[in-house]
C-alpha cells in the first residue's frame, strides 16, 4: 500500500485485479450508482474502495456475464432476496428461450446450406403411413422395420419391406438442394413424424450426422434413423417376369372379405370375375379381367394392409404367377406400388 492511499482502503486498480473487472467497467458501475468507491479523493479524484466492496463488484461481474440488465442488478444488489430470484428465474427463462430460437435459426440456416429437400406436408404424411405397414414388425432384421427416404431429382420415394411385401410410393418434391441423398428412418420413430407433419404446409427434411431433421412452421424435428444398407428394392421390381394377368376390382369389395378373414383366403381370377373363398364361403367379386385364369392365395395379414393404403376406389393387380408376388396399384393413381407375396394352399408362404 502506498503511503498516499487511505487507510483500510483499496485502488480502483487492486479491486479490478481481485474482482475481474477493469478500471474503466468500475469507473463506469460509479457512474451508474451500482458500486460508488468508499472515497473519491478530492485533489486527484483517485477512487478508494473498502475490502467489503470486492465480493459486490465480484458478483457485478457475474450477473453482467449472464447479460443481467443493469436496472436488474440495482435490484439484486437492494438487498432482497426473494425479489433477487424472481429476477434471476425470469431472465433465465428468458436466455433459455433466446438459446432455443438461436438454436432453431441455427439449424434452419445450416440446412439451408446442406443437402435438403422441400416438399408439401400432408403429401409427405399421406405416403409415410401408406408404406409403413409393409415395414416389419419385429427388429430381427432391423433395417427391415424402417423406411427407406429417398431424395433424388426434384422427387422424395419411400419405400418399405419385410420381404413378403413391399411397398413404395414417390412424390414430387417442391423444391431439391446438394443432390442426391437417402436415410432409413427408424420405426420407432415413423408415429412421432407423422404427428408433427400434420397440420404444416411445406416441410424441409435434411440429412443431419445422426438422423434426419424436418423443418417447418418454426418447428424442428429430429428422427433417429437407422445407419444399415437397405435391400436393393429397385432390383426386386425391375427383376419380376411378366404380368400374365391382370385384375381391377372394387376395393371396398375386397377389404370386406380380408377384414373378416382370419385364414388364408383364395382368389380365382377368372374372366368373369373373381372368386374369393374363405374357410366358410366363397364370394364372387366383379372384376375387369384380362390375361390367363389363375388361382392364388393369400394370408390377409399380407393383403390387407396392401388394400387399406391403396389409392383409389378401384385395386389393380397385376399377377405374374401363382408363386410369384402381385403387383398391388390403384387403377387411377399409380404413384403407389406394393407387392404382396401369395402363400401356399396350406398357409405356408411359397418364397419359403
Not at 86 to 101: F, I
Not at 198 to 219: F, K, N, Q, S, Y
Request: hydrophobic share 45%; aromatic share 4%.
Amino acid at each position: 500500500m502506498t503511503s498516499s492511499e487511505p487507510q483500510g482502503l483499496i485502488t480502483i486498480g487492486v479491486l479490478a485485479r481481485a474482482s475481474g473487472l477493469t478500471a474503466s467497467a468500475l469507473r463506469f458501475y460509479d457512474d451508474c450508482g451500482l458500486l460508488v468507491p468508499a472515497r473519491v479523493d478530492p485533489l486527484t479524484g483517485y477512487r478508494y474502495y473498502t475490502e467489503a466492496q470486492r465480493e459486490r463488484a465480484t458478483l457485478i461481474r457475474q450477473l453482467r456475464a449472464i447479460d443481467l440488465p443493469l436496472e436488474a442488478i440495482a435490484e439484486i444488489l437492494a438487498g432482497d432476496a426473494e425479489r433477487a430470484r424472481c429476477l434471476l428465474d425470469r431472465h433465465v427463462a428468458e436466455l433459455t428461450r433466446r438459446a432455443h430460437e438461436a438454436a432453431r435459426v441455427a439449424a434452419m440456416v445450416a440446412q439451408s446450406l446442406g443437402a435438403h429437400v422441400v416438399v408439401d406436408a400432408a403429401v409427405l404424411t399421406e405416403a409415410l403411413e401408406q408404406v409403413r405397414p409393409a415395414a416389419a414388425r419385429t427388429r430381427e432384421i432391423p433395417v427391415l422395420a424402417g423406411v427407406l427416404l429417398e431424395a433424388s431429382a426434384n422427387t422424395v420415394t419411400l419405400t418399405a419391406t419385410d420381404r413378403y411385401r413391399l411397398s413404395t410410393r414417390t412424390v414430387v418434391a417442391n423444391r431439391q438442394h446438394g443432390g442426391e441423398w437417402s436415410v432409413v428412418l427408424d420405426s420407432n420413430g415413423l408415429e412421432s413424424i407423422t404427428e408433427r407433419l400434420r397440420g404444416m404446409g411445406e416441410v424441409v427434411a435434411a440429412p443431419i450426422d445422426d438422423g434426419l431433421m424436418l423443418t417447418g412452421d418454426g418447428v424442428i424435428h429430429r428422427s433417429a434413423v437407422i445407419d444399415e444398407p437397405f435391400p436393393d428394392h429397385r432390383a426386386v421390381l425391375s427383376g419380376l417376369g411378366p404380368v400374365r394377368t391382370r385384375a381391377i376390382v372394387a376395393r371396398d369389395m375386397m377389404l370386406e372379405i380380408l377384414e373378416k378373414s382370419y385364414a388364408t383366403v383364395r382368389f380365382a381370377i377368372e374372366p368373369t370375375g373373381i372368386v374369393a373363398s374363405t374357410l366358410d364361403e366363397a364370394h364372387r367379386l366383379p372384376a375387369t379381367v384380362t390375361g390367363c385364369a389363375v388361382a392364388l392365395s393369400f394370408d390377409p395379414a399380407t393383403l390387407l394392409p396392401a388394400a387399406r393404403t391403396a389409392l383409389g376406389p378401384d385395386l389393380m393387380l397385376d399377377i405374374i404367377a401363382a408363386d410369384q408376388p402381385v403387383i398391388l396399384r390403384s387403377a387411377t393413381d399409380g404413384d403407389l406400388t406394393t407387392l404382396a407375396m401369395p402363400v401356399r394352399p396350406s398357409g405356408h408362404n411359397t418364397s419359403k
